[in-house]
């Protein structure tokens, strides 16, 4: 739609190194300056947030598809449109749902608003660290609350987030190499250890029943006969066809740890 894409701000050339370039949907105005001032305060990082029509088609979605933007931020109205974009970003992450009145019945409030990280990107961790800021219970979905948008089960806000991997030791090679570029993309400190199926097995049967729950994995990729108490682990996706991932329930990083599961769980050969 030419008219939607003519209304979109043309923009000076900028230092991409100082600032973040986010494309976000006119109908986040309100909470999006308030989340930015908000940011810009607490990490002294700037951004450059410009404000355009909703997407309706599939031309507008290719437009924004090849624009600079770092991030992307709109609703996931147009399904077929927002795969072919998936297939362009490094990742994304829900930000809130569309208010919805009873007996409506308007389709954006089934989908969510998403952050879209460009693949072009040349500041990837800052990126999803500020999709992280916008996702967070006590950060950016305060002021999605304050413009009765809908909250997403964010993450717990942290600057560099830590976490705790458990895995078996058939795929340290693989995890290891994986882990390393997965903490430097999303500004994390992802450490696993290594321990065989039976002694994971007993290691976690022991902390689920005592009082040091703090000391929980986040994450656990062991082998399919292993038992895991179901309270305490949800079960995410397989790893190989011998391997599966489970996420903390009572865990404070549960979408990273997932983003981490999808990561690890494209093929590989195990020795």
Same mark, same amino acid.
């Not at 999006?32 to 990490?43: G, H, V």
């Not at 309706?56 to 290719?62: A, I, L, M, T, V």
């Given at each position: 739609m030419l008219v939607v894409w003519e209304k979109m701000?043309?923009?000076?050339?900028?230092?991409?190194?100082?600032?973040?370039s986010v494309w976000a949907e006119d109908s986040l105005q309100t909470s999006?300056?308030?989340?930015?001032?908000?940011?810009?305060?607490?990490?002294d990082q700037s951004l450059l947030v410009q404000f355009i029509p909703a997407p309706?088609?599939?031309?507008?979605?290719?437009r924004l598809m090849q624009s600079d933007a770092d991030i992307i931020i709109f609703?996931? +109205?147009?399904?077929?449109?927002?795969?072919?974009?998936?297939a362009k970003t490094e990742e994304s992450i829900p930000l809130a749902y569309h208010p919805v009145q009873p007996g409506s019945k308007n389709e954006l409030g089934?989908?969510?608003?998403? +952050?879209f990280i460009s693949k072009g990107t040349m500041q990837p961790t800052k990126s999803i660290r500020f999709a992280r800021f916008l996702a967070a219970p006590s950060r950016g979905q305060y002021y999605f609350a304050q413009g009765n948008w809908i909250g997403v089960n964010g993450d717990i806000w942290s600057f560099t987030p830590e976490i705790k991997i458990l895995c078996s030791p058939r795929l340290q090679s693989f995890v290891s190499a994986k882990l390393h570029l997965f903490n430097m993309r999303e500004g994390a400190v992802g450490e696993a250890e290594f321990k065989d199926s039976p002694e994971i097995e007993s290691v976690l049967q022991v902390l689920g029943q005592s009082e040091g729950k703090q000391y929980l994995p986040d994450?656990?990729?062991c082998?399919?006969?292993?038992?895991?108490?179901?309270?305490?682990?949800?079960?995410?996706l397989m790893i190989h066809e011998n391997f599966i991932s489970y996420v903390l329930s009572s865990g404070r990083y549960k979408q990273l740890c997932k983003r981490l599961a999808?990561?690890?769980?494209?093929p590989l050969q195990i020795p």
């Open positions: 701000p043309q923009v000076e050339p900028i230092n991409r190194s100082k600032y973040l999006l300056k308030l989340a930015q001032a908000a940011y810009k305060e607490e990490t309706k088609n599939s031309s507008d979605f290719e609703s996931e +109205a147009n399904v077929s449109s927002t795969e072919s974009l998936r089934k989908s969510p608003v998403t +952050a994450l656990v990729i082998e399919k006969s292993v038992n895991l108490d179901p309270d305490l682990y949800k079960r995410q999808f990561n690890l769980s494209s």
